[in-house]
C-alpha cells in the first residue's frame, strides 16, 4: 500500500480535535510506528522538528497534518497517488479542505512533502517573528531554488470543525492580519452563521480584536495576547470533544453535503481548481460591478 511509504506527523496544539484527528489517519491503514504527535511551539520549532522526524524515518514522503484537520476516506493513499505522479522537482503538494470559517475549500493544514527535499527546506526555516506564514515562506525559498509545489483539487476533509472556543479565537484574530482583504466575506459569513452556531460569534469577536491590534503577532498559540484577549472576552470553553460517534464515514458525508457559502464563491469561483467554469462566472461579476446592469446585458446580447 503507498500509505507504508508515508511518514505522517499531526502538528498539534492540543485541539480538541488531536485525538479524532489520529484515529481517522489510523483507520486509514497508516501503522502506528509511522504516526508521529508533536506540539511543539512556536510554529516555526514545530515545522523544524517535523521535518527532522521526516528525514530520520526517511520514508519517500512525509506528510504533515494539523490536528485541526479531520480527513475523508482514502485520502492519504490519494495524495500519495497525486504525489508520485509528479516530477522530482516538486517538493510539496497541498490537498483542499472544506473550511468553516471561510465557507469552502482552500488549502490548509496538510503538507505532503518528497522526503529527500526536507534537509533543504531546513534551512529555508525563517525565525520566529520573521514572517507571519513561515511554511508558505519556506516553499517559496525552496521555489526560488528550483524546487515547486502546488496545490492538488482535491478535498482531503474538514478543516477548523468542532474546535475549542480559545482556537477559534486565536486563529480569526490571526486571519485579521492574514486575510484582511477578504474582511467582506468574513464577516458576512460569519454573520449569517451566528444564529446557528455560536463558533461564528467567537470568530466575529476575535476579528474584531485583531483590527484593533498593534501588538506583533505570532504564530504561537501560547502567545500571552491571545490568552489575555480571550479572558477578558468572557467566551465560555468548551468541554472536551466526544469523538465516539465521529468516524471516517462521519467526515465523508460533510464532505458531499457541503454547500459553498455564496461570499466565497464570490471571492474563490473556481473554487482554487475545483470548478473550472467558475471563473466564467467571475468575469461576468466583475463586468457587472464595474458597467452597470445595462451595458453588461447589451453586451451580453452582442454575443448571442
Given at each position: 500500500?503507498?500509505?507504508?511509504?508515508?511518514?505522517?506527523v499531526v502538528r498539534?496544539?492540543?485541539?480538541?480535535?488531536?485525538?479524532?484527528?489520529?484515529?481517522?489517519?489510523?483507520?486509514?491503514?497508516?501503522?502506528?510506528?509511522?504516526?508521529?504527535?508533536?506540539?511543539?511551539?512556536?510554529?516555526?520549532?514545530?515545522?523544524?522538528?517535523?521535518?527532522?522526524?521526516?528525514?530520520?524515518?526517511?520514508?519517500?514522503?512525509?506528510?504533515?497534518?494539523?490536528?485541526?484537520?479531520?480527513?475523508?476516506?482514502?485520502?492519504?493513499?490519494?495524495?500519495?497517488?497525486?504525489?508520485?505522479?509528479?516530477?522530482?522537482?516538486?517538493?510539496?503538494?497541498?490537498?483542499?479542505?472544506?473550511?468553516?470559517?471561510?465557507?469552502?475549500?482552500?488549502?490548509?493544514?496538510?503538507?505532503?512533502?518528497?522526503?529527500?527535499?526536507?534537509?533543504?527546506?531546513?534551512?529555508?526555516?525563517?525565525?520566529?517573528?520573521?514572517?507571519?506564514?513561515?511554511?508558505?515562506?519556506?516553499?517559496?525559498?525552496?521555489?526560488?531554488?528550483?524546487?515547486?509545489?502546488?496545490?492538488?483539487?482535491?478535498?482531503?476533509?474538514?478543516?477548523?470543525?468542532?474546535?475549542?472556543?480559545?482556537?477559534?479565537?486565536?486563529?480569526?484574530?490571526?486571519?485579521?492580519?492574514?486575510?484582511?482583504?477578504?474582511?467582506?466575506?468574513?464577516?458576512?459569513?460569519?454573520?449569517?452563521?451566528?444564529?446557528?452556531?455560536?463558533?461564528?460569534?467567537?470568530?466575529?469577536?476575535?476579528?474584531?480584536?485583531?483590527?484593533?491590534?498593534?501588538?506583533?503577532?505570532?504564530?504561537?498559540?501560547?502567545?500571552?495576547?491571545?490568552?489575555?484577549?480571550?479572558?477578558?472576552?468572557?467566551?465560555?470553553?468548551?468541554?472536551?470533544?466526544?469523538?465516539?460517534?465521529?468516524?471516517?464515514?462521519?467526515?465523508?458525508?460533510?464532505?458531499?453535503?457541503?454547500?459553498?457559502?455564496?461570499?466565497?464563491?464570490?471571492?474563490?469561483p473556481t473554487r482554487?481548481?475545483?470548478?473550472?467554469?467558475?471563473?466564467?462566472?467571475?468575469?461576468?461579476?466583475?463586468?457587472?460591478?464595474?458597467?452597470?446592469?445595462?451595458?453588461?446585458?447589451?453586451?451580453?446580447?452582442?454575443y448571442t
Open positions: 500500500m503507498k500509505i507504508h511509504e508515508a511518514t505522517i498539534s496544539v492540543y485541539e480538541r480535535t488531536e485525538d479524532l484527528c489520529k484515529r481517522l489517519i489510523l483507520e486509514q491503514g497508516v501503522k502506528e510506528e509511522n504516526l508521529f504527535v508533536i506540539h511543539e511551539t512556536p510554529f516555526s520549532t514545530a515545522l523544524k522538528y517535523s521535518f527532522e522526524i521526516g528525514i530520520r524515518e526517511d520514508l519517500p514522503w512525509t506528510f504533515c497534518i494539523d490536528a485541526d484537520v479531520l480527513l475523508r476516506p482514502n485520502s492519504i493513499n490519494t495524495m500519495i497517488g497525486h504525489a508520485e505522479s509528479q516530477k522530482e522537482n516538486v517538493s510539496e503538494i497541498q490537498g483542499l479542505v472544506l473550511d468553516k470559517f471561510f465557507g469552502g475549500p482552500r488549502p490548509a493544514g496538510n503538507h505532503l512533502y518528497r522526503t529527500n527535499v526536507l534537509s533543504k527546506a531546513l534551512n529555508k526555516i525563517p525565525s520566529e517573528g520573521v514572517n507571519i506564514r513561515p511554511e508558505y515562506y519556506t516553499l517559496q525559498k525552496l521555489k526560488e531554488d528550483g524546487y515547486k509545489w502546488f496545490n492538488v483539487p482535491y478535498i482531503v476533509g474538514v478543516h477548523d470543525d468542532e474546535q475549542y472556543n480559545y482556537d477559534i479565537y486565536r486563529k480569526c484574530f490571526i486571519q485579521g492580519v492574514k486575510h484582511l482583504k477578504y474582511a467582506y466575506m468574513f464577516v458576512n459569513i460569519w454573520k449569517e452563521g451566528k444564529g446557528n452556531d455560536p463558533d461564528f460569534s467567537v470568530a466575529l469577536k476575535a476579528f474584531s480584536d485583531s483590527i484593533n491590534n498593534t501588538d506583533q503577532l505570532f504564530i504561537d498559540s501560547n502567545q500571552n495576547l491571545y490568552k489575555q484577549l480571550f479572558l477578558n472576552s468572557g467566551i465560555k470553553e468548551k468541554s472536551k470533544l466526544d469523538i465516539r460517534n465521529l468516524s471516517l464515514q462521519n467526515i465523508e458525508s460533510r464532505v458531499n453535503n457541503w454547500i459553498d457559502s455564496p461570499y466565497y464563491l464570490r471571492e474563490f482554487y481548481g475545483l470548478d473550472k467554469g467558475g471563473e466564467v462566472i467571475a468575469r461576468f461579476r466583475r463586468y457587472l460591478d464595474k458597467h452597470g446592469f445595462k451595458k453588461t446585458i447589451r453586451r451580453l446580447l452582442n
